[in-house]
T-cell receptor, first 112, second 115 residues
């Protein structure tokens, strides 16, 4: 089942902060975050594996809740270069099965 | 070299044509992926190769046939496609560690139009 991201779209001014959420109805093995600019390939941002984990670099960070059903991506002091569509990518492992599913996506636009 | 390359960039084909998409990486990654992405939608996983063996096939129609000739190359053979197969086809690669697949590096994609 595809993880649901919220909000679907957000518009910011440079320097403003944003939070993007990725929610699943069941526990996930891991969460990956990607940014895709229009007409380009997705670019990996970070991966979270453990419940309660938080990580980040520069002004982009992410968290994974204890139940591993929700992850949030935090963009602080946004820059024009942050514009694009953000996807969470989730792994689910079952009995001999593996699924990699992208979330519904969040379109982010940063204005000068 | 942290690049995944894909050829061609654009492809227009008729429903009776046979064509192939190519993907190459030289990062030593042992997992390679094919995704299909429709406009304004997230990528959808089609196939995963791990150590040159097909490990995941997400119930993709047989008109799509993947091939992994070696650890650096991944092909997607196309035959008798339908107009609804028009999309951006993305290739990605990653390391394989333990029981998880790691961060994926994506190629620029092939924009496919089926007439």
């Amino acid at each position: 089942q595809q993880p649901v991201q919220s909000p679907q779209a957000v518009i910011l001014r440079e320097g403003e902060d944003a939070v993007i959420n990725c929610s699943s109805s069941k526990a996930l093995y891991s969460v990956h975050w990607y940014r895709q600019k229009h007409g380009e390939a997705p670019v990996f941002l970070m991966i979270l594996l453990k419940g309660g984990e938080q990580k980040g670099h520069d002004k982009i960070s992410a968290s994974f809740n204890e139940k591993k059903q929700q992850s949030s991506l935090y963009l602080t002091a946004s820059q024009l270069s942050y514009s694009g569509t953000y996807f969470c990518g989730t792994e689910e492992w079952g009995r001999g099965t593996y699924k990699y599913i992208f979330g519904t996506g969040t379109r982010l636009k940063v204005l000068a | 070299d942290t690049e995944v390359t894909q050829t061609p960039k654009h492809l227009v084909m008729g429903m009776t044509n046979k064509k192939s998409l190519k993907c190459e990486q030289h990062m030593g990654h042992r997992a390679m992926y094919w995704y299909k992405q429709k406009a304004k939608k997230p990528p959808e996983l089609m196939f995963v190769y791990s150590y040159e063996k097909l490990s995941i096939n997400e119930s993709v129609p047989s008109r799509f046939s993947p091939e992994c000739p070696n650890s650096s190359l991944l092909n997607l053979h196309l035959h008798a496609l339908q107009p609804e197969d028009s999309a951006l086809y993305l290739c990605a690669s990653s390391q394989v560690g333990g029981t998880q697949y790691n961060e994926q590096f994506f190629g620029p994609g092939t924009r496919l139009t089926v007439l």
